[in-house]
């Protein structure tokens, strides 16, 4: 990628630099929508600081930060009960090492594809060096639908899947953890197959472990708890808390639970969630119980929650959860959930603060859609890191052989949390856009990231 090297520092200049970077990533990744999205959202951003600190375009970093340093695909062969022979893609991407071993989590979802791992691999970058934690960005995945498969299946998949992942990780290059479709159980049946392969305990490869094994505490609560508590940040600038607060929750798997559970111990009423197929609409306020036996143990659909809690209303379809009113929306279910039209009827309705669990999970017209109208909105990338952020804290355990209490994993969340609002804030307002958390937390993850890049020379 040859981008002509401006010295200049205007604005013009700047954003005429970016706006390079940009139409080169999408003629380089020709179709992959959701990673031009992310690299447009990240890039926009960044204009004031390439305007202030010329040393940035000069070194090259945008043109090498927006190209992986490795993309591995590879087929996943496998023996469903019925004895057929499936086959399926699985992904990993390494985005950037500069400040430690690729870490990010592994989706199984038949939307995975190159585009869908690029994208978060890439938010996963700047996410990592937000946390303060010494983790670089990947991802990874497949197209393999966990969803009505057997136990026995989804063991088989898995192992299959990390018999190839294994050449090309460990604990000190390449770290995963969980994502959509990947709980414990999957964690467990990859790590049991890694065990096997490499003839040894190294329980830093995977994050999101079994306690049994390695796993941390407060790793199971840590993005939902960690989304509260940044959100939490978010209210007290403006004076309020969760205190009485409705708030809305979409999804029901990890993030959502966790973050439903937060959210109610400080006081707010979470009145609706949903899943894949519809959501559910409680006046009284979700009973956590239920959504919990029905989605961690039991595995069915959010409807059957309904046939427990009468009064509560289901209805299919997803979109129609961001019309019911509420002071705080939790995006907490896949990339691009909220579009413009579904911004418009959340402000309408009177939203004061969005907070994104899931990753991206507004498209940029919400975005803009929010920044315009006042609402307080707190972007993925910082408000959701608790997740790896305590995946950082279960290796550095791992590396220590020792195992914190819940009380102490909690605190270090609540204080990097802070430590990730604060620096967005900080460095908006230095940047000259003083309130807006998407610039600040892009600026912040980058340029730690980027002055790391200039450190270790032209690699």
């Known amino acids: ?44 951003s960044l204009v004031p600081v390439f305007a202030k600190q010329p040393k940035y375009q000069n070194n090259a970093i945008l043109e090498r930060i927006v190209e992986p340093e490795r993309l591995i695909t590879f087929r996943v062969p496998w023996v469903d009960d019925q004895g057929n022979v499936r086959v399926n893609r699985g992904f990993r991407v390494q985005f950037n090492s500069a400040i430690g071993p690729y870490k990010g989590g592994l989706r199984f979802h038949p939307s995975v594809n190159a585009s869908i791992i690029k994208f978060l691999g890439f938010e996963q970058i700047f996410k990592n060096s937000l946390t303060g934690q ?104 403006k004076g309020e808390s969760f205190e009485g607060k409705t708030v809305v929750v979409s999804g029901s798997g990890n993030v959502s639970i966790y973050a439903i559970e937060k959210a109610q111990q400080l006081g707010a009423t979470i009145v609706a969630c949903s899943d894949s197929n519809g959501y559910i609409y409680d006046k009284d306020g979700i009973n956590l119980d239920t959504v919990k036996t029905l989605k961690e143990v039991e595995r069915k659909r959010i409807k059957e929650y309904v046939n427990i809690h009468p009064s509560a209303q289901y209805f299919e379809g997803c979109e129609n959860i961001w019309t019911i009113p509420c002071d705080i929306a939790l995006p907490c279910a896949t990339q691009n959930e909220i579009n413009e039209e579904s911004a418009k009827i959340l402000v309408a309705n009177g939203v004061k603060y969005v907070a994104e669990g899931a990753n991206m999970p507004s498209t940029l017209e919400a975005i803009d859609v929010y920044l315009n109208n006042g609402v307080y909105f707190g972007p993925a990338k910082a408000a959701n890191a608790g997740g790896v952020a305590v995946s950082a804290l279960e290796m550095a355990q791992n590396s220590a052989r020792l195992a914190w209490t819940f009380e102490e994993v909690d605190a270090k969340l609540v204080q990097i949390m802070q430590n990730i609002y604060n620096n967005s804030v900080n460095a908006a307002e230095q940047y000259g856009h003083p309130g807006n958390l998407v610039v600040g937390s892009n600026i912040a993850g980058f340029l730690k990231v980027a002055d790391t890049m200039i450190a270790h020379g032209v690699i």
């Open 134 to 237: 010494p983790i670089g960005g990947g991802k990874g995945g497949s197209d393999f639908d966990p969803k009505g498969k057997s136990d026995n299946e989804v063991m088989k998949f898995t192992q299959s899947f990390m018999t190839e992942l294994s050449k090309y990780i460990g604990p000190d290059t390449d770290v995963p953890a969980g994502d959509i479709g990947v709980g414990a159980r999957e964690i467990g049946y990859m790590f049991g197959q890694y065990k096997r392969l490499r003839g040894g305990n190294e329980a830093g490869v995977l994050t999101g472990k079994g306690l049994t094994y390695g796993g941390s505490l407060t790793r199971t609560e840590a993005t939902g708890y960690g989304l509260v508590y940044f959100t939490a940040e978010m209210l007290k600038t």
């Open 1 to 44: 990628m040859a981008i002509t090297q401006q010295t200049g520092s205007t604005l013009d200049t700047a954003k005429q630099y970016v706006n390079e970077v940009y139409e080169t990533v999408k003629k380089r990744n020709p179709g992959e929508s959701e990673f031009h999205q992310a690299v447009k959202e990240i890039l926009d």
